[in-house]
């Protein structure tokens, strides 16, 4: 079963390896978009963790809700209000157990990720964030190192791709030949719940 | 850089702001640059905001006869919807509020939630969506043509028809018009340094240049060998023309991106003019200078706004704000 301290641990192992990578994204954005998609992610989940750390909330649901609606007010930029999204309707889907099975966070996440897609119009192909979160959030069922799999694949494959939505769309045909900075955070955050669970030998297998 | 560190030049800037102009309420915490006599009585109140690193645009442009009040993001960062809901609430008088949204997909989605919020707290909101940037195909396969220099028609137009206390639809039907009636293209020289990254985001080389740039260091949609004012300007405003197929007077809009010296832009308007002449276009009022800029970028644009009377009574409207005055 899966605490609020399994999702407080998530939170702060996002922000861990988005501070490390920070540079990279940044890079990656400034190939096709505008080179700061690392430094706002990095004060995103710094005011995250900043918050959780000052008073966790107890039950999953009210943690990644608070979570998301500290990016939306903290981030801007497209990547603030999508990633609040996926947070806020992931939590609000958990509702308010105590405690959740990896299935419901497999079925949350679902409707984390649909949440997103509606709001920036954008579909699988596109060259965006939810080129990464769709198959993670397929494989989520299985287990979190399976969808960690799923999300690193699905971020290098956006090399290939003509972006068709947000800044780097406006790049045509040159857009594509480089990884999507977007993709590539997703990735890391789902990489992070296989060390969330890690910590105490949950891989999020079975429900 | 100019700088202290990356992480404060906004917060920096808006300090120094606040310092030069005691006619402003600047709020450096939280963002926010408002007009000091703010809500205006009767008055629709219009409220911009963006990504930093554009300066003037967008609080150079708060003051009467324009902006009610305008949110600053991070560098190249649009806004969060906390500011622009604070905007929104300091500036309206009850007439409600015009958001001036530049189409970028961070900026669209944190005025929408804004625009909700606000909503909420009662205030009457409308929005605007400024995009007209002929660069970007705008088709189903992209984010939409960008907002670039038609937004400072839109904001000293429409906010001109809401100081003369225009109903919010009157004065949100007008904004919209404006951009319709308007189309941009970019050029780069150089590419642009952001704080964050305190390196080109391009490899433009000497020599090159990029055509088709948008105002956030994002490159453009082709590189070539440098050309001669005379042939950027043909380009750009055949460019703009061939998409606005204008039947009156234009005013135009000739802007220089942060790094190109007046000097050169004032020769290059010798250039925009004669094209415009060419083409049989008359040109009603030309503006020049560095209005909608991208941090250190060498470049420039031009924007032409296709006007009926009533749009150049209200350009012509008097206006005091930092960067754009004119008129008693």
Redesign the interface.
Known sequence: MLDSDFFHRWMTATAVAVDREAGRL?ELD???????H???LR?GFAAVTAVLDEDTPQTPGALLALAGRQL???????????YGTLLRRTGKALGDAAEVTPGQLAEAFGAGVAAVGK??GAQAGDKTMLDALLPAAQALGESFAAAREAAEAGALATVALRA????A????E?SIGHQDPGATSAALLVAALTEAGAARGDDGSGS | MLINV?ETVVADALRGMAAAHPELTVDVEGRLVVRRDAPVAGQVGLVSGG?SGHEPLHAGFVGPGMLSAACA??????????QMVRAAMAVDSGAGVLFVVKN???DV??FA?AAELAEDEGVQVAQVLVDDDV???DS????GR?GTGATLFVEKIAGALAGEGAPLERVAATARRVNESSRSFGVALSAVT?P??GSP??DLPPGELELGI?I????G?ERRPMMTSGEIADFSVNAVLDDLRPDGPVIALVNGMGATPLLELYGFNAEVQRVLTERRVPVARTLVGNYVTSLDMAGCSVTLCQVDEEMLRLWDAPVRTPALRWGR
């Not at chain 1, 400034?30 to 700061?36: K, L, N, Q, V």
């Not at chain 1, 939306?72 to 999508?82: F, H, N, Q, R, Y």
């Not at chain 1, 068709?164 to 800044?167: A, C, T």
């Open positions: 940044t400034s190939a096709i978009g505008d080179a700061d690392g430094s706002n004060r939306i007010a903290t981030v801007g930029g497209a990547s603030g209000p999508l709001l920036g068709r939505k947000g800044r769309s406006y790049l045509g040159r | 990356p990504g993001g991070e560098v190249f960062t649009s806004p969060v919807p906390d970028y997909t961070g989605l944190n939630m660069a970007v195909v189903s396969f992209t984010a960008r952001t964050a990254k985001t391009f948008g956030h260091g994002e490159p949609r």
